[in-house]
C-alpha cells in the first residue's frame, strides 16, 4: 500500500496559494484572513476526498476520526495549518497535508485498524499576535487553560482571544474540555520538515526525531556610561555597545567549541540606549539563547559566559545583569514512537542505519508528550532554508517519509495495546 | 578690574532652575516652553542690571550692544541659552552669562572701548527637534537661508521651523538680512565648558581652544542571512551582529593606536533587524564616527577599517556596505585670537604655559569662524561630565577663565584695527 505522491504535492501547491504575498512568501499567522481560508480549504478537501465531516474543538484545533475495531485509545497524527510571516509553504502545512494523505490512502484502501485514527490540525503553532505558539496543543495538553487563554489579546488590535477562536469556530470557555485524559490518546505523531541541513548533509530524505531541543534564555543588560562621543576620551569610555560585541563574540566562540551540530547559541535582540550617534551607549539590553538537549551542556556554556562576562565587567568598568528568561528542558519523544518511526523509515528505505536527529525547534509535539506517546519525523529540507519564502522539500523526500510515517502508524496500530 | 565671581554664580544657578526637571537634569531645547521662558530671564536681566534692552534677530539669536569709541568693527562675545534633553546646568549658559557678567562688568566700570562691543545668545545650538543644530550661528554665517529654513519642521508635531522662530520674537523671511557681512564683525570669542577630562587631568583651569575638530561618519550596512536561531548549525551561519561586532572591535583597537586625546571613534547607534529572540541577526545598520582635527589621521583609520571590513566579509560570508555620512574638516581658530585668549589666560594665571586644545565637540564658534575671527576659551569640566544633570564647572574654575576672557577681549579691543 503506496501514499499518493502526486495528489499530496498538489495539495501541498494548492494550500500553498493561500496566504501567498507578493514576495512569493505566505502570510498566515492565527487570526489572519489566510488562516481562516486555509482551514476552510482543508475542511473542504476533507469533507469533498475523504467524506469526513471536520471537528472544530474549543481551541479550534480541526479533527477527522476513523473507528477502531477495538476499545483502544486513539491514535493521532497531524500537524498545524498556520504559517510565520512571509514563511514558507511546508512549515506546518506538509505535516497536515501527510496526515491527510496516509488517513486518505488508508480510507481508499478500506484499511480497518485496531485503533481509532485522528487527522488533526492545530491552532496557532507559530509565533503570533496574542503572543502564544503552539497554542492549540498547549491547551490540549493542560498547559494553557480558559482563565489563562482570557488573558491574550492581539498585541495589534487589542481584540481578545476569545474573539480570534470564536470566527475560527472554537469556544475558549470549553478549553478545560478538551484536555486529553489518561487513556484517551495511545500515540501522537507529526511529520515536519527539518528546518536544519543535517539530513541534506548526510543525504537522507527522512529521520526519526528522538527529542526536542531544550531552550534557554537569558536577557542580559549591560549597564556603561553614556558620554560625549567627542569629548570622552578613549581610554574613559564605559561603552556598553563594546561590551556587548565582547560578550557575543566569546559566546559564539563558547558554544562552537561544544563541536556539536545540536549545540547552537544565538543573540538576536539587542537594542542600545541612548543610539544616538554622537554618544557612547550607555546601556544595552540583549536576548541570549542556548538550544540543546543536554543541561550538562548548557551549563557548561553558561558557566563558561559568566567568566566572561566578569571579564568583561573589570576590564571595560561596566555591570552585566543576567536573568534568566526561559530554561525549558528538553522533551524527549516516546521510545516505543521513536522505534516505530525507526522501524518505519528502515522499512522504507531499505538501509539498516537510521538518522536520528534532536528537533532544534520547538513543536506540538513537545506538548504532546506531556499527554501521550508522541513522536516525530523529520523530513529533509533544502539548503536548511524555513521561516522564509525560499523554504523547500522536494517531492522524491516527502514520499518516502510520508510512506514512513504511515507504516510506523500501522505498528503503533498493531504493537500498542492500550 | 575683576569681573564678579558671586554674581557670575548666582546667576549660573538662577537660569539653571528654569527647565530642570525630576532628575535633576534640564530639559530646555528649541522651542520648549524653558527655552522661550531661559530668553525671557536673559532679556530680563539685560534689562534690570545691564539697563540694556535686548534685540531679537531674524532667526531669535539675542544681543546687547555697548557703543566704542572709534569706527571700527564690533567684538561679539557669547554662546548659547539651549540645552540637550535631560543636560546639564554649564553648557551653553555659562558662555551667554559669562559674556554678560563681561559686559556688565565693563559697564559698572565705565570702560570704554575701542571697538563696538556685543552679547550674543545664540538660538538652537543642541540637537533638537527640527533636527538642525547650531542654528542661529549657522544663519549668521550664511550657511542657512531663508529657502532652507523654510523646509525645517518640528519632527514631533510636524510644525514649521518658522513657527517656533515667530514665538521666540524672529522672522525667518528675514534670515537672509543678518548674514553677517564683511568686517561688520572684528572678532568672536566663546566661552564654553570643555565637557572632557584633559583639563582635570592637567590641572589647569582655562584651555586656549586651538580648533574645533573635524567630524566624518559613516552609516554601515551589514547584510548577512536571517535564519531559524535553532535549525542552523554555528557554522552555517551568517549573523549580521556578529560582524558588527568584530567590526566595532577592530575600530576601537585602530582608533586607540593612534594613542592620541584629541582622536576618538565610537559607535554610537545601532539596529538589528529582525532582532527577534530566535532568529539569526539577517541586518545591522550603524553610524560610525571619527573626530580628529587631522585629515590625515581619519584617512589612516578609515583606510585600516577598510581592510578589517573585507576580512570580516570574507570569513563571515557578509556584505558591508560603507556610505559616508558627513565629512566635516576639522576649523582652525583665528590665530590673532587664539593669541589674545593664551595672553589673557597667562595673565591671570600667572603661568608662562598655557593649555591649548582642540574642541571635540562642535560649537557655533566653528559657523563664525567663516565669517569673523573666531576664538574659544574652555573651563576645566570635572570628572569630564556634560550633556547630563551631573555636568559640573566649579566657581574657583570659572573665575578665573571669565577673567581670563575678559582680557583677551581687551587685547583684542586694543590691538585690532579692523
Known amino acids: 500500500m503506496k501514499i499518493n505522491r502526486?495528489?499530496?504535492?498538489?495539495?501541498?501547491?494548492?494550500?500553498?496559494?493561500?496566504?501567498?504575498?507578493?514576495?512569493?512568501?505566505?502570510?498566515?499567522?492565527?487570526?489572519?484572513?489566510a488562516d481562516f481560508l486555509s482551514r476552510e480549504w482543508i475542511k473542504?478537501?476533507?469533507?469533498?476526498?475523504?467524506k469526513k465531516e471536520a471537528e472544530t474543538d474549543a481551541i479550534a484545533n480541526l479533527w477527522i476520526r476513523k473507528e477502531g475495531r477495538e476499545a483502544l485509545s486513539?491514535?493521532?497524527?497531524?500537524?498545524?495549518?498556520?504559517?510565520?510571516?512571509?514563511?514558507?509553504?511546508?512549515?506546518?502545512?506538509?505535516?497536515?497535508?501527510?496526515?491527510?494523505?496516509?488517513?486518505?490512502?488508508?480510507?481508499?484502501?478500506?484499511?480497518?485498524?485496531?485503533?481509532?485514527?485522528?487527522?488533526?490540525?492545530?491552532?496557532g503553532e507559530e509565533p503570533n499576535p496574542y503572543n502564544i505558539s503552539t497554542l492549540g496543543s498547549r491547551v490540549l495538553s493542560g498547559r494553557l487553560r480558559t482563565a489563562d487563554l482570557k488573558k491574550l489579546s492581539n498585541n495589534k488590535d487589542g481584540s481578545p482571544l476569545s474573539a480570534c477562536i470564536e470566527k475560527l469556530g472554537g469556544?475558549?470557555?470549553?478549553?478545560?474540555?478538551?484536555?486529553?485524559?489518561?487513556?484517551?490518546?495511545?500515540?501522537?505523531?507529526?511529520?515536519?520538515?527539518?528546518?536544519?541541513?543535517?539530513?541534506?548533509?548526510?543525504?537522507?530524505?527522512?529521520?526519526?526525531?528522538?527529542?526536542?531541543?531544550?531552550?534557554?534564555?537569558?536577557?542580559?543588560?549591560?549597564?556603561?556610561?553614556?558620554?560625549?562621543g567627542g569629548t570622552t576620551q578613549m581610554q574613559d569610555r564605559h561603552d556598553a555597545l563594546l561590551a556587548a560585541c565582547e560578550l557575543n563574540l566569546a559566546f559564539e566562540k563558547i558554544v562552537k567549541k561544544a563541536n556539536d551540530p545540536e549545540v547552537v547559541g544565538t543573540i538576536g535582540q539587542l537594542a542600545v540606549r541612548p543610539n544616538e550617534v554622537s554618544i557612547i551607549p550607555g546601556q544595552i539590553v540583549l536576548m541570549l539563547e542556548i538550544r540543546t538537549k543536554d543541561e550538562a551542556v548548557k551549563d557548561t556554556i553558561v558557566s563558561a559566559l559568566r567568566t566572561e562576562a566578569t571579564y568583561i565587567e573589570s576590564r571595560r568598568g561596566v555591570t552585566i545583569q543576567r536573568e534568566v528568561n526561559l530554561d525549558q528542558p528538553a522533551m524527549y519523544m516516546d521510545k516505543?514512537?521513536?522505534?516505530?518511526?525507526?522501524?518505519?523509515?528502515?522499512?522504507?528505505?531499505?538501509?539498516?542505519?537510521?538518522?536520528?536527529?534532536?528537533?532544534?525547534?520547538g513543536h506540538d509535539a513537545a506538548n504532546m508528550q506531556?499527554?501521550?506517546?508522541?513522536?516525530?519525523?523529520?523530513?529533509?529540507?533544502?539548503?536548511?532554508?524555513?521561516h522564509c519564502p525560499e523554504e523547500l522539500s522536494l517531492a522524491e523526500d516527502i514520499e518516502p517519509t510520508v510512506q514512513a510515517m504511515m507504516e510506523a502508524i500501522l505498528i503503533l496500530d498493531k504493537e500498542l495495546d492500550v
Open 74 to 123: 486513539t491514535i493521532v497524527f497531524g500537524s498545524h495549518n498556520d504559517a510565520v510571516p512571509n514563511g514558507g509553504a511546508y512549515d506546518g502545512a506538509l505535516g497536515v497535508l501527510a496526515a491527510t494523505e496516509i488517513m486518505e490512502t488508508l480510507l481508499e484502501n478500506k484499511i480497518e485498524t485496531r485503533h481509532p485514527l485522528a487527522v488533526v490540525s492545530f491552532t
Open 336 to 361: 516505543t514512537v521513536v522505534d516505530a518511526v525507526r522501524r518505519g523509515i528502515k522499512t522504507v528505505s531499505g538501509h539498516e542505519k537510521v538518522i536520528e536527529l534532536v528537533s532544534m525547534a
Open 6 to 33: 502526486d495528489r499530496l504535492m498538489k495539495n501541498v501547491m494548492e494550500l500553498s496559494v493561500i496566504g501567498k504575498n507578493e514576495a512569493g512568501g505566505i502570510d498566515r499567522s492565527l487570526s489572519s484572513e
Open 370 to 386: 506531556r499527554v501521550t506517546r508522541a513522536g516525530m519525523i523529520f523530513v529533509k529540507s533544502l539548503f536548511g532554508m524555513s
Open 171 to 228: 469556544d475558549i470557555e470549553k478549553a478545560d474540555e478538551i484536555l486529553i485524559r489518561e487513556n484517551e490518546v495511545a500515540a501522537f505523531l507529526e511529520l515536519h520538515i527539518e528546518q536544519g541541513k543535517r539530513l541534506e548533509t548526510m543525504k537522507c530524505s527522512s529521520a526519526a526525531v528522538t527529542c526536542i531541543t531544550g531552550i534557554y534564555r537569558e536577557r542580559i543588560t549591560i549597564i556603561g556610561e553614556a558620554n560625549h
Open 44 to 50: 473542504t478537501y476533507w469533507r469533498d476526498n475523504l
